[in-house]
């Protein structure tokens, strides 16, 4: 891979560019791991927020947030979790980690969901241990809104398997052809995370960053 490029599991915390941690947004999680059983996630939208709704989202220890609930009550209703709902949480999170004295390069890609960017740790006012106390503090408010909406978003046929949903997402914005699987796509990762080989699209395409976080992926590239 290029300099200042790095690949990393969309649900790490932390990449490596060059000697010092760029920090990438934990809740960044793609669609959960298929089950050999289940092709899909649910049989809708509406079902799958009432699944969550019904075993406490993501973090069923502690349960869903009243922000959490009350966007997915609603998107039970209609379907879908509305843009508005969705930049509202957004919005909210931003203003709880600035709280914490965390402010954060953020852009929206092609999908409508944001993303963070990568950015010089020496240049900013925060230690990586003062962002991780104020993720802490502030994703579980919307931590599942931003999981689903990046669902609802880019794996719309809701597919369980994330290597086949992202496959499906990048057939879908044209950047791959109905000859490109999902072994190909793995296979294909693996070379650029090596440094061996690279994707046949940038992953820095505005509509590339989305299908690949749903399969589970995400590249950061170092300011």
């Not at 959960?32 to 939208?45: G, R």
């Not at 957004?90 to 953020?106: I, K, L, R, S, T």
């Amino acid at each position: 891979m290029g300099a200042g490029l790095a690949l990393v599991l969309a649900s790490c915390a932390v990449s490596q560019q060059g000697s010092s941690p760029t920090p990438v947004h934990g809740s960044s999680a793609s669609s959960p791991a298929a089950t050999p059983s289940s092709e899909y996630l649910a049989s809708s939208f509406s079902a799958l927020c009432k699944q969550e709704l019904d075993t406490g989202g993501k973090d069923s220890e502690n349960g869903l947030s009243a922000l959490e609930t009350e966007v997915l009550q609603r998107a039970v209703v209609t379907g879908g979790i509305s843009s508005a709902d969705y930049e509202s949480a957004h919005a909210a999170f931003m203003e709880c980690m600035a709280q914490h004295g965390v402010q954060e390069p953020w852009k929206k890609a092609a999908n409508g969901v944001y993303y963070p960017q990568a950015y010089d740790t020496t240049k900013v006012s925060f230690t990586t241990a003062q962002l991780y106390a104020a993720r802490d503090a502030c994703e579980p408010e919307n931590d599942d809104i931003e999981r689903l909406y990046q669902i609802q978003q880019s794996n719309p046929t809701l597919l369980a398997d994330p290597l086949h949903a992202g496959v499906t997402c990048l057939r879908s914005v044209g950047l791959v052809d109905a000859s490109y699987t999902a072994e190909q796509l793995k296979k294909d990762l693996d070379a650029a995370n090596a440094g061996t080989g690279a994707l046949p699209f940038s992953p820095f395409d505005p509509s590339a960053t989305g299908c690949l976080n749903i399969a589970g992926y995400y590249f950061v590239q170092g300011p």
